[in-house]
């Protein structure tokens, strides 16, 4: 079992930044790659970033592309997700996820946080 754990939403203004962290704990030997993926009301939930578990491979959706970083801290097993010039179509739920085969593939994630909450204000 792999247990996620996110931190760091909000409400911010739009053009500002936030950071969401995620914590992976338990079985993180078996984690090949996390990501994070969000859902607005009334909308399929989507992806957003992803990195591999050694931080040497990332991808992104277009959308996000220049605005926001993926990044892994090995120290603390944990994924950052650092999100530039915010628009309020970004507000969302962002969920954590980890992927114990082929990161890459979207649908291999099999492990997921409870959500954090972002709001950006116009």
């Known amino acids: 079992q792999v247990h996620l754990a996110e931190s760091g939403g909000g409400l911010v203004q739009a053009g500002g930044s936030l950071r969401l962290s995620c914590a992976a704990s338990?079985?993180?030997?078996?984690?090949?790659?996390m990501g994070w993926f969000r859902q607005a009301p009334g909308k399929d939930r989507e992806f957003v970033a992803a990195i591999s578990w050694s931080g040497g491979v990332v991808d992104y959706a277009d959308f996000v592309k220049g605005r926001f970083t993926i990044s892994r801290d090995n120290a603390k097993n944990a994924v950052h997700l650092q999100m530039n010039s915010l628009k309020p179509e970004d507000s969302a739920v962002y969920y954590c996820?980890?992927?114990?085969?082929?990161?890459?593939?979207?649908?291999?994630?099999?492990?997921w946080g409870q959500g954090t909450q972002v709001t950006v204000s116009s």
């Open positions: 338990g079985r993180t030997s078996s984690i090949d790659g």
């Open positions: 996820a980890a992927a114990t085969n082929y990161f890459l593939k979207r649908s291999n994630y099999n492990y």
